[in-house]
């Protein structure tokens, strides 16, 4: 049988809410969004990248935010000494570049499992906690716990955008 990616429940937007939930019911909100624009389609239409040049691809897409939220949530706020997903030394952009090797359905266990630990990382924490950021270019800035909500949604909402593109290209679903 053809492993498809499974259809989602996404949950809906908060409307009320204190300051937490707000943030919290958002991103909820486009991880489930993400994982909708791949309901239903196989390992090699996740594989499909758009259009060319680009090679973006919907389970790239996947891989990067499974990257993204261990990065922000467990690496970076709570200082987990957790090991990276990729080779980055090889390929700065692994988890976009080594799709025609990935296995979509590892990938998806592995963006739910990580979402999981990304909520448990900030978990009881207040969202005025601060952590040093260090940057690339060997900046240092103080963030919150705050900021690393609007960063994500921001970050979910862009790479949405280029979700829909892609899922409309591959089978001419659109939708929120």
Known sequence: MTW??????????????????MLEGWLNYHR????QKCAGLTAEQLRTASVEP???TLIGLVRHMTVVERS???????GA??????????????????????DP???FAAFRAETEAADAAAAGHDLDEE????????????VNLRWVYVHMIEEYARHNGHADLIRERLDGVTGE
Do not use: C, K, M
């Open 32 to 35: 489930d969004t993400l994982l």
């Open 105 to 107: 359905e590892a990938d």
């Open 4 to 21: 498809r990616a499974p259809e989602i429940d996404r949950r809906n937007e908060p409307y009320l809410g204190d300051e937490r939930t």
């Open 131 to 142: 952590f040093t950021l260090r940057r690339r270019d060997g900046s240092e800035h103080r």
């Open 81 to 102: 000494d957790v090991p990276e997903l990729y080779d980055w030394s090889a390929d700065p952009d692994a988890e976009f570049n080594t799709v025609a090797t990935a």
């Open 54 to 56: 680009s090679g973006l």
């Open 72 to 78: 922000w949530f467990r690496q970076r706020f709570a």
